[in-house]
């Protein structure tokens, strides 16, 4: 059995970024889902993930009704 090859050229490989015209543009949510994970506090309702770092002695116990979290 022969095995094909593709040729692929260094453009084809390569792509064009246009950091002054993004395709995409990040508008976060007013208000955050808020989920603990370890020593971190992710939000679960944006389109791109980001978190906060808490540390280990602090403890997500709820969310405020404007989104902001609650510690034990």
């Given at each position: 059995m022969q095995s094909k090859r593709l040729r692929v050229s260094e453009d084809q490989l390569s792509e064009r970024?246009?950091?002054?015209?993004?395709q995409f543009v990040f508008k976060?949510?007013?208000?955050?889902?808020?989920?603990?994970?370890?020593?971190?506090?992710?939000?679960?309702?944006?389109?791109?993930q980001h978190a906060v770092y808490i540390g280990m002695k602090k403890k997500l116990i709820g969310l405020e009704e404007d989104g902001k979290p609650i510690f034990e």
């Open positions: 970024l246009d950091f002054d015209n993004p976060p949510n007013e208000q955050h889902e808020w989920r603990q994970q370890g020593p971190y506090l992710i939000c679960k309702s944006c389109d791109i």
